[in-house]
């Protein structure tokens, strides 16, 4: 059965948890698509992405259903983070959005702006704020997005900014070099000032290996050590989209419809 549940949450949060990761593109499909047609002309919609594995697959599916519904001429891409390697290695989060969604897509080139992996990190992450800051509007006096999607790892981190590390959240910087925990992946990331300054922060996640992190970022906000629970639009709203793996052991507030 192809339906979705719906887990209201407090203020303007929103949980939506779909059958099938289809059901989960096809919704985010058509939420770019009003964006595009609502967006005055002459104004981008700027939106942040993520990488790893969540995004393959919804971007792969979106770029598939793509007959001309969404005016990608309207839309600049950015990203949230990016692994300090060059742009064609297997571990570039440019070079996955590659492959499953620009080299399908009519997107011009000047719309899209890149994290330069292969530069020195630190001077990289100042030229990528400078980045944010020249080709973003200003909002509450910081660079603002219409729309960030954001991923979430077991451990609780998002973006790049994992736990033990949260203060790269509070970063008064727009973009902070910082170096994965465990692998000591040397990685850009846009910090929580940037994040919460979003219009629209979407968290996409799937599968049920997430279903244990989600239940307590979800349900218990003082875990605060864990960076996706300070994951709070300033003025914006938060959007979770989930498949039915992930969202296991959410409750069941819902009302089922088809
Ligand atoms: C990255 C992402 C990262 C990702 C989470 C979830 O560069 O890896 O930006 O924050 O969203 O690690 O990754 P998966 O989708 O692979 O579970």
């Known amino acids: 059965m192809n339906y979705k549940k719906h887990i209201s949450m407090i203020k303007q949060n929103e949980i939506l948890v779909f059958q099938s990761i289809e059901n989960l593109s096809e919704h985010l499909y058509e939420l770019l698509r009003k964006k595009t047609v609502n ?142 925990p465990q692998s000591g992946q040397q990685r850009i990331t846009i910090t929580g000032a940037v994040i919460n300054n979003a219009d629209l922060i979407i968290f996409m996640v799937t599968g049920a290996d997430k279903a244990k992190i989600l239940e307590r970022i979800v349900y218990d906000k003082r875990k605060t050590e864990l960076p996706a629970t300070l994951v709070n639009p300033t003025n914006g709203n938060l959007l979770w989209l989930l498949d039915a793996g992930a969202a296991s052991f959410l409750g069941n507030h819902s009302n089922k419809f088809s």
């Open 39 to 180: 967006s005055p002309e002459g104004r981008y919609v700027s939106i942040a992405l993520s990488g790893g594995s969540t995004p393959k697959r919804i971007f792969n599916d979106i770029s598939s259903r793509d007959e001309g519904g969404i005016n990608w001429k309207k839309i600049r891409l950015f990203w949230v983070d990016e692994r300090c390697v060059s742009p064609d290695d297997d571990e570039s989060n440019f070079k996955m959005t590659q492959i499953n969604l620009l080299e399908n897509l009519d997107i011009p080139d000047e719309n899209i702006f890149r994290i330069f992996g292969e530069n020195d990190p630190k001077k990289e992450a100042i030229r990528y704020s400078q980045v944010l800051k020249e080709n973003l509007p200003s909002e509450n006096g910081l660079p603002g997005f219409d729309i960030v999607l954001l991923g979430i790892g077991e451990d609780g981190h998002t973006a790049s900014i994992f736990p033990g590390n949260t203060s790269l959240f509070h970063s008064t910087k727009y973009c902070e070099a910082v170096t994965h």
